[in-house]
């Protein structure tokens, strides 16, 4: 036939704005096929971009020969509302580790979105140790770093 039904939308590629009444609703479907939108709010995904940067003055848990704890093998885990994004490179024998890690994910602002970050000590011969953790709301995070001095900093737990 020469004319589709709203029931059989048209491919994306060839879907136009404004194209008789059910191109919001192809239009909306293919977002949602794509994670442009959430499906049950009907609000547009963003992409929340997280930097590890650096770690000060954390707790030492690696015992040198002595038997002194003087350092540790520390890396973190990132999440976001308890989906595992990723995790930092190790940094061995420190206290003051760099990252400078970045990890993303697609959340829908309208909704609550908590960022955690676990500190771990790495081991090779044993479970790796906690350190702390770091949990941050990011819309709180987000109107932090829109004022003029900037940035969220918190401290291990």
């Known amino acids: 036939a020469a004319t589709q039904s709203a029931t059989r939308p048209r491919p994306a590629s060839t879907a136009a704005v404004g194209d008789g009444p059910s191109s919001d609703a192809r239009t909306r479907g293919v977002a949602e096929t794509l994670g442009l939108l959430d499906a049950a709010a009907g609000r547009a995904k ?3 971009r997280i930097c590890v ?6 707790v030492a848990k690696d015992r040198n020969l002595l038997g002194t704890k003087t350092a540790s ?13 990723g995790q930092t490179k190790t940094v061995k024998k420190t206290l003051h580790p760099e990252w400078n890690d970045f990890f993303e994910a697609s959340v829908n602002m309208g909704q609550p979105v908590e960022v955690r970050v676990k500190l771990y000590d790495r081991d090779v011969s044993s479970r ?3 350190m702390g953790e770091v949990l941050v709301d990011a819309h709180d995070a987000c109107k932090a770093a829109a004022r003029p001095q900037g ?3 918190r401290t291990a737990s």
């Open 46 to 48: 963003e992409t929340l």
């Open 128 to 130: 790796d140790d906690a």
């Open 53 to 58: 940067l650096r770690g000060e003055n954390l």
């Open 73 to 85: 093998d520390p890396y973190a885990v990132v999440s976001v509302n308890g989906v595992k994004l």
């Open 151 to 153: 940035g969220v900093a």
